[in-house]
């Protein structure tokens, strides 16, 4: 019976704590390893342009503020609930209600100091996921209108992004000064017409006027000033508006083809789709996203391909994903060779003694 008891004594029990620890480590570094390696797997795409279509978009949210026993709010509420149930079933906005006489709601979370002085009412929150800030958009009191809420899922210009988008490199979106001047104009078109000879099918332009009633959303997700200067962005991917943009005097033909150029970056474990902007808040079905042209700048370096391996193949593993993925290879024969030496490892004890 002691010969059993001592067979049941953990093989750890008796071991240093520093050989413990040493053990943790090298499993750490193999998981920590694999995980990288996982990462670069994600990275499957040519250039940073394709990866956007295959990372999540930023959730915004459509935010009703109103104490808890406010009957107006919550007739308002309901009626917004009906409208998302029906037509904003692939609107990157969710609907959420927020009890305002809460003494727990953190306002941080919301982009605002404290509650609204006025309630019930309605604000559209936007979300950088990258950096977890959250920043108002828009606002209505006490909510949105159902032909607001048509011009808050839909316009003519998300549905030229919608398009441009997946057929193209990308979008410039223009939105000219209060004061039309031509230069950034003829700059925008120079940058698409270099595009289209050089990447083709190049880049589509949007023009949208900054008192366009039916672009309200977008005008007041990129924070335009009514009497401001030219402003120019890129958007790319599902629909995501990189940062930062252009304005005035910055609307140059080496800006915006810079901002261009990240799009054509080779390996997306580098460059991350999600941290070059934000998503604009707009319809974007399923389905959408397996439409996009798959685009390669050309003089693309490609390494020799390893044999057993065609070229294509070879050129659809980045430098980046093989390093990782042997350096998780390495790391997890460590650490397997480590736990295999700790386990039988001199014996100690009782267990010695029975020897």
């Known amino acids: 019976?002691?010969?059993?008891?001592?067979?049941?004594?953990?093989?750890?029990?008796?071991?240093?704590?520093?050989?413990?620890?040493?053990?943790?480590?090298?499993?750490?570094?193999?998981?920590?390893?694999?995980?990288?390696?996982?990462?670069?797997?994600?990275?499957?795409?040519?250039?940073?342009?394709?990866?956007?279509?295959?990372?999540?978009?930023?959730?915004?949210?459509?935010?009703?503020?109103?104490?808890?026993n406010d009957a107006l709010g919550r007739?308002?509420?309901?009626?917004?609930?009906?409208?998302?149930?029906?037509?904003?079933?692939?609107?990157?906005?969710?609907?959420?209600?927020?009890?305002?006489?809460?003494?727990?709601?953190?306002?941080?979370?919301?982009?605002?100091?404290?509650?609204?002085?006025?309630?019930?009412?309605?604000?559209?929150?936007?979300?950088?996921?990258?950096?977890g800030r959250a920043f108002i958009i828009d606002h209505w009191d006490p909510a949105p209108t159902d032909a607001e809420l048509s011009v808050l899922a839909h316009s003519?210009?998300?549905?030229?992004?919608?398009?441009?988008?997946?057929?193209?490199?990308?979008?410039?979106?223009?939105?000219?000064?209060?004061?039309?001047?031509?230069?950034?104009?003829?700059?925008?078109?120079?940058?698409?017409a270099k595009w289209s000879s050089e990447y083709p099918p190049g880049v589509s332009i949007v023009r949208i006027a900054r008192d366009d009633p039916r672009e309200r959303l977008l005008l007041s997700f990129i924070g335009l000033d009514p009497a401001g200067a030219d402003w120019a962005g890129v958007v790319f991917g599902n629909g995501r508006m990189m940062a930062p943009p252009l304005i005035g005097p910055?609307?140059?033909?080496?800006?915006?083809?810079?901002?261009?150029?990240?799009?054509?970056?080779a390996c997306t474990c580098l460059q991350s789709p999600e941290r070059l902007g934000v998503d604009i808040p707009m319809i974007w079905k399923p389905d959408w996203s397996a439409q996009a042209a798959s685009l390669l700048a050309p003089n693309t370096e490609v390494s020799e391909a390893p044999a057993g391996m065609d070229a294509e193949a070879s050129a659809d593993v980045p430098l980046t994903q093989v390093a990782l993925l042997t350096l998780a290879a390495v790391a997890a024969t460590i650490a397997l060779v480590s736990l295999t030496l700790y386990v039988r490892g001199p014996k100690t004890g009782r267990n010695q003694e029975d020897r």
């Open 75 to 131: 007739e308002h509420f309901a009626r917004l609930a009906r409208w998302f149930d029906t037509e904003g079933k692939d609107f990157n906005v969710q609907l959420e209600w927020v009890v305002a006489d809460d003494p727990n709601t953190n306002w941080a979370d919301y982009g605002l100091p404290s509650a609204p002085p006025t309630m019930p009412v309605t604000a559209l929150i936007g979300c950088d996921t990258a950096s």
């Open 156 to 192: 003519p210009a998300r549905e030229a992004i919608h398009r441009g988008v997946l057929d193209c490199w990308a979008v410039l979106l223009h939105v000219p000064g209060a004061e039309d001047h031509a230069r950034p104009r003829e700059v925008l078109d120079v940058v698409a």
């Open 250 to 265: 910055e609307i140059t033909e080496a800006g915006v083809s810079a901002l261009l150029d990240a799009l054509r970056t």
């Open 1 to 68: 019976m002691e010969e059993h008891a001592s067979q049941l004594v953990c093989p750890y029990a008796n071991r240093p704590r520093g050989d413990l620890a040493m053990a943790v480590q090298f499993v750490l570094v193999a998981v920590l390893a694999t995980v990288a390696a996982s990462s670069a797997l994600a990275c499957t795409d040519d250039n940073v342009r394709g990866a956007a279509f295959n990372v999540p978009r930023d959730v915004h949210r459509l935010c009703l503020f109103a104490r808890e």
